[in-house]
């Protein structure tokens, strides 16, 4: 699975065997970090990489989350060491879960596991956390381990979303890496019960189609306004996150609300996520009621 196969080629014939080659360069442990980083820029910015890998995914996007240096900033984040109590969202996407007693439960993008272990807290009778990075399905079985909680490494573009499985779909900040976003939400669809609830956070459309996800600042750094730009053109926005260029894709509120709709699904809730009155005491915390950076949605299938 790791194994780097051969310099086979461009990859400019088929322009997604770039950014497979991406994922599976992430994946590969023995591929010292500089080394990671300088096939990046070669393939992800001039195009010109020459090398194709094997890869593990045929269709997920490039993955910075097992990338040593993004994963060790990441690790450093509040949430990442407080779980749920210190992410900024949770304040607000805590009332939205629907009743979690004697339900099967999937994680989109699980990460550390917080949610998982939140829904087996709450009574779940079942959980599956599936995730593309490795390192982050590590964590989650360290800090987040239950009996009733299964992790696994895929991709949300590779899950095989059985029909009619699951009571509840949670996913929480890993949609604005999914390419095709549509896709994902028909296959959420599909793979819910009659009744069953989807209920996720995506970076809000605003806060991904920021110019670069960052603010333009005065002469003294202090955030001026926070510029957006190309919002009508939907897809992948390089960004700089935790000292990492990242990719993620930006999708029009239209797109994700009518996404839905389009599928079946009933919206039950939409929010844009305000810090709480505790967190708006933190350092820089103030600027976030200037422009949303979170969307929830709770949508229904309500059949
Ligand atoms: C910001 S973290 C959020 C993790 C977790 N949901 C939470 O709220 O703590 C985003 C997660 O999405 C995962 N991810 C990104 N693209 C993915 C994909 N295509 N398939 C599965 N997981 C993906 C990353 O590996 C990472 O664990």
Not at 12 to 15: H, I, K, L, M, Q
Not at 171 to 184: K, T
Not at 277 to 281: H, I, P
């Given at each position: 699975m790791h194994n780097i196969s051969a310099a086979a080629g461009t990859g400019?014939?088929?322009?997604r065997k770039r950014i497979l080659f991406l994922s599976a360069v992430q994946l590969h442990p023995a591929l010292k970090n500089d080394t990671i980083k300088r096939l990046h820029k070669r393939s992800a910015f001039t195009g010109r990489a020459g090398y194709i890998f094997k890869e593990r995914s045929e269709n997920a996007m490039p993955n910075e989350y097992d990338n040593d240096v993004f994963f060790s900033q990441y690790a450093r984040m509040n949430r990442s060491k407080g779980g749920l109590a210190a992410a900024g969202e949770w304040h607000q996407l805590k009332p939205l879960f629907p009743p979690l007693e004697g339900t099967a439960v999937l994680d989109l993008g699980c990460g550390y596991g917080w949610h998982c272990k939140y829904a087996a807290d709450h009574g779940a009778a079942r959980v599956l956390g599936i995730d593309l990075s490795e390192k982050m399905l590590a964590q989650a079985r360290l800090k987040n381990q239950d009996?009733?909680?299964?992790?696994?490494?895929?991709?949300?573009e590779d899950y095989e979303y059985p029909?009619?499985?699951?009571?509840i779909a949670v996913?929480?900040?890993?949609?604005?890496?999914?390419?095709?976003?549509?896709?994902?939400f028909q296959n959420v669809w599909r793979t819910l019960k009659p009744g069953g609830t989807f209920l996720f956070n995506i970076e809000h459309p605003v806060f991904t189609s920021g110019v670069h996800q960052d603010w333009i600042y005065d002469e003294d750094k202090t955030p001026k306004y926070w510029p957006v730009d190309d919002y009508f053109r939907p897809g992948r926005r390089v960004t700089r996150f935790l000292g990492c260029e990242v990719v993620k894709q930006h999708h029009t509120l239209t797109?994700?609300?009518?996404?839905l709709l389009g599928c079946g699904f009933v919206l039950e809730v939409v929010e844009e996520v305000q810090p709480s009155?505790?967190?708006?005491?933190l350092p820089g915390m103030q600027d976030e009621l200037r422009r949303p950076m979170m969307l929830l949605v709770r949508a229904g299938k309500h059949v």
């Open positions: 400019r014939e088929n322009p009996e009733i909680i299964q992790y696994r490494l895929c991709a949300l029909e009619n499985t699951w009571d996913s929480n900040l890993a949609l604005h890496y999914i390419e095709d976003l549509a896709q994902v797109q994700i609300l009518m996404g009155g505790e967190m708006l005491q």
